[in-house]
């Protein structure tokens, strides 16, 4: 192993940590959309039907934001409840992102074990959608982070099938943090049963299935309860969908060449606030996913069913992620 490999783990842990400090600083100092607004009533009153927060709910984050909070109110008294509640949600994000960054780098060192994986990680970091999140009172970053955490320990099913059940109970709570995040561990857990089947049926019912049913179950149970019932749950749930339904503009909603237009500017252009620089990007991520083709076809494949399946997938964070060190 080269000296500049065996530095790798610490350059993250240094890329995490600037990451970490330079977010703190700077948190959101207010509640900024409909969204976070929710959650911070969520952290007064948890009520679904009432969108306190909005459905699906996001249990698990308005645990960590109620334990904030508590934290908040005992060391700073003194703060008003709108700001402690905004930092509170807030103060999880750049923790998130750096602990996101350790486990992509774990992914890219994972699929392509070289020192240019910490690069990989440097561009993940510097991307300004990755970025922003860090600082905001929003379940995007931790439900990313925890996500990720799952993943590369996925990976490691191959030979470690300790990481599958492991990673199973974490994708479990990762959903009630952000239920997206199923989109994104559950493809790869897939692939690592696939990979431990000699186990037989038994091993992997027992183990990882149950794993990531108990974590499921630990935030779904209290969250049917204090819904009011399943079927409370669910016109609360329905009402949501509708309005996202309605007002989002999805694409695949409205398949029009314009929407199509709009999603691709957003998408690829409005993040880097500048059309040049969108082009060298996207022509950048083009070659470097040409040349993994061309190199390493599997970890293309790989990062495809990771992030593929998700509904963001084409968000330039995501784009990163298949910039691997190659």
């Keep these: 192993m080269s000296s500049e490999r065996s530095r ?40 679904v039907a009432q969108h306190q927060p909005h459905p699906p709910g996001y249990p698990v984050y308005i645990a960590m934001g109620r334990t904030a909070k508590a934290t908040l109110q005992t060391v700073a008294p003194s703060l008003g409840s709108p700001r402690t509640e ?48 860090g600082s905001r009172p929003m379940s995007d970053m931790p439900g990313l982070a925890v996500a990720l955490v799952a993943q590369a320990l996925f990976l490691r099913g191959a030979t470690n099938r300790r990481a599958i059940v492991i990673g199973a109970l974490i994708a479990g709570l990762a959903a009630g943090l952000r239920v997206q995040t199923a989109c994104l561990t559950l493809p790869l857990f897939a692939l690592a049963l696939f990979q ?17 049913a108990v974590g499921g179950l630990a935030w779904a149970i209290p969250l049917i309860v204090l819904s009011g019932g399943i079927d409370s749950y669910l016109v609360a749930l329905g009402s949501q969908a509708g309005e996202d339904f309605a007002w989002s503009g999805m694409l695949w909603t409205t398949p029009t060449p314009r929407r199509l237009l709009f999603a691709l500017w957003e998408t690829f252009v409005l993040p880097w606030d500048s059309v040049p620089l969108a082009i060298v990007v996207g022509v950048v991520a083009l070659i470097g996913v040409l040349i993994a083709w061309l190199r390493q076809r599997r970890a293309v494949l790989i990062l495809a069913l990771a992030f593929g399946p998700h509904p963001g997938a084409i968000q330039p964070q995501y784009i990163n992620l298949t910039i691997t060190s190659h």
């Design 86 to 133: 905004s930092l509170s949600l807030a103060i999880w994000s750049p923790i998130a992102g750096a602990v996101a960054l350790v486990a992509a780098y774990s992914i890219f060192n994972a699929l392509s074990p070289s020192s240019m994986a910490v690069w990989a990680t440097v561009l993940l970091a510097a991307n300004p959608l990755f970025w922003l999140a």
């Design 8 to 47: 790798s783990p610490k350059s993250v842990l240094a890329i995490a940590a600037i990451y970490l400090a330079a977010h703190l600083a700077f948190l959101a100092p207010s509640l900024e959309d409909i969204d976070s607004i929710n959650f911070a009533l969520g952290l007064r009153h948890y009520d």
């Design 196 to 212: 431990q089947r000699r186990q037989g049926v038994w091993w992997i019912a027992t183990r990882p299935i149950a794993a990531i």
